[in-house]
Structure formats: structure tokens, C-alpha cells
Nanobody, 124 residues
Framework: QVQLAESGGRLVQPGNSLKLSCKAS????????VAWFRQTPGKEREFVAA????????HYADSVSGRFTISKDNAKKMVFLQMNSLKSEDTAVYYC?????????????????WGPGTQVIVSS
């Protein structure tokens, strides 16, 4: 069983940056693919970014490519999402997810473990 806990969400102005963190409680974190998803009320959960297990492949949604950066620290069992040039449409609850030996895809079915989420609001 893997437990995930996100942190770092808050109110931020458009154009500014924010870094989200996700702490995992598991051994051998390097065997897990990790991803960030987001969701707004009334909409389906949306893929944001992912790293495959073994840290071989990194994948971004088109909507965040060039603005967001996902990173993973296996020793500290942490996943990060650096978000730059934030827009109002980035407002959402952001979820961290992990999947054992996953390819790091945009499919949420790949990920067995999910955090409770952290709220990001981009507004002036």
C-alpha cells in the first residue's frame, strides 16, 4: 500500500509560479511511475504530467507543456510539479498518483494510488 500526500496549493496571481510537492510512503520508489492530474468541479479528471518508472520517460499534457515541470526524488520519495506562467484555467484540485512499474501515461487507470489533492487557485 502506498500513501501519497500533496502540499503547496494556494491562491496565486496569473503569471506567477507555484511548486507542488507530493510525499510518498513506500520503499523502492524508483519502481513507481508518478503523475499529476487535476480536476475542476463538473469536469473529468485531466492528465497534467507523468514520469515513467525508472525515470526513463517524461510526458506532459499539451496545455501545460513548456510551463510546467515534473520531477522526482527517489531518495526522498518525493514528486514535484513546478508551475510557471500560471493562468486562470490552471485553477483546479491537483492530485498526485503512483503506479507500480507504469509507463507514465496519461491514463488514470495506470495509477493504483492517489493522494487526497491540493487546491490551486489562479486569480487576481
Amino acid at each position: 500500500q502506498v500513501q501519497l500526500a500533496e502540499s503547496g496549493g494556494r491562491l496565486v496571481q496569473p503569471g506567477n509560479s507555484l511548486k507542488l510537492s507530493c510525499k510518498a510512503s513506500t520503499r523502492a520508489f524508483e519502481y513507481y511511475a508518478v503523475a499529476w492530474f487535476r480536476q475542476t468541479p463538473g469536469k473529468e479528471r485531466e492528465f497534467v504530467a507523468a514520469i515513467s518508472w525508472g525515470d526513463v520517460r517524461i510526458h506532459y499534457a499539451d496545455s501545460v507543456s513548456g510551463r510546467f515541470t515534473i520531477s522526482k526524488d527517489n531518495a526522498k520519495k518525493m514528486v514535484f510539479l513546478q508551475m510557471n506562467s500560471l493562468k486562470s484555467e490552471d485553477t483546479a484540485v491537483y492530485y498526485c498518483a503512483a503506479g507500480l512499474r507504469g509507463p507514465g501515461s496519461e491514463l488514470d487507470s495506470e495509477y493504483q494510488y492517489w493522494g487526497p489533492g491540493t487546491q490551486v487557485i489562479v486569480s487576481s
